[in-house]
T-cell receptor
Framework: DVKVTQSSRYLVKRTGEKVFLECVQDMDHENMFWYRQDPGLGLRLIYFSYDVKMKEKGDIPEGYSVSREKKERFSLILESASTNQTSMYLC??????????FGSGTRLTVV | AQKITQTQPGMFVQEKEAVTLDCTYDTSDPSYGLFWYKQPSSGEMIFLIYQGSYDQQNATEGRYSLNFQKARKSANLVISASQLGDSAMYFCAMREMLTGANSKLTFGKGITLSVRP
């Protein structure tokens, strides 16, 4: 069964910490995406990548960075976590113009 | 302007009845795709159905069908014979093929559906 795996289901971090959210896909997909989901706001795109070492800003990149050193892995980095980054983070991947396959999400709480 | 609009408040439906979840979209791209996803309380996003802008017929997948009205820019999801397991949040999303970058999807804010026994 094809999969997108997010390393943590729940995460609690302190304000100011550097946080890494990891996402791995086993489908050899070119494209990978990071979204955050907040009540009443839906899913908003943070960053995406269409190839190794390539990245593009989404709609809300401020406070985040990403890394894609290998095709299967796309990491979201919060350089200095803040309470307004408490959210559900969803990783997804796809090939060409096909639909997304999503990971199960990481619920991050910054205290 | 929002690209995807889902304005219904929480929706309720009786088990075994049909329900329509509304979605309107805004694009100037002549080539686009519309998606519906389901998110149960467990959090995973489940793909339900896809409609391409040039598709001649409305998409159907089992109990799901998409009422695609291109001129009105609406892509409503119809769930027939609702089941208790249909209780979830539902998201409409769009991909713009020509103007959009690298197959990214733009999502609406979602609609919560509750199925009553």
């Amino acid at each position: 069964d094809v999969k997108v795996t997010q390393s943590s289901r729940y995460l609690v971090k302190r304000t100011g910490e550097k946080v890494f959210l990891e996402c791995v896909q086993d489908m050899d997909h070119e494209n990978m995406f990071w979204y955050r989901q907040d009540p009443g706001l839906g899913l908003r795109l943070i960053y995406f990548s269409y190839d190794v070492k390539m990245k593009e800003k989404g709609d809300i990149p401020e406070g985040y960075s990403v890394s894609r050193e290998k095709k299967e892995r796309f990491s979201l980095i919060l350089e200095s976590a803040s309470t307004n980054q408490t959210s559900m983070y969803l990783c997804a991947s796809n090939q060409a113009n096909y639909g997304y396959t999503f990971g199960s999400g990481t619920r991050l709480t910054v205290v | 302007a929002q690209k995807i609009t889902q304005t219904q408040p929480g929706m309720f439906v009786q088990e075994k009845e049909a329900v329509t979840l509304d979605c309107t979209y805004d694009t100037s791209d002549p080539s686009y795709g519309l998606f519906w996803y389901k998110q149960p309380s467990s959090g995973e996003m489940i793909f339900l159905i896809y409609q391409g802008s040039y598709d001649q017929q409305n998409a159907t997948e089992g109990r799901y069908s998409l009422n695609f009205q291109k001129a009105r820019k609406s892509a409503n999801l119809v769930i027939s014979a609702s089941q208790l397991g249909d209780s979830a949040m539902y998201f409409c999303a769009m991909r713009e093929m020509l103007t959009g970058a690298n197959s990214k999807l733009t999502f609406g804010k979602g609609i919560t559906l509750s199925v009553r026994p």
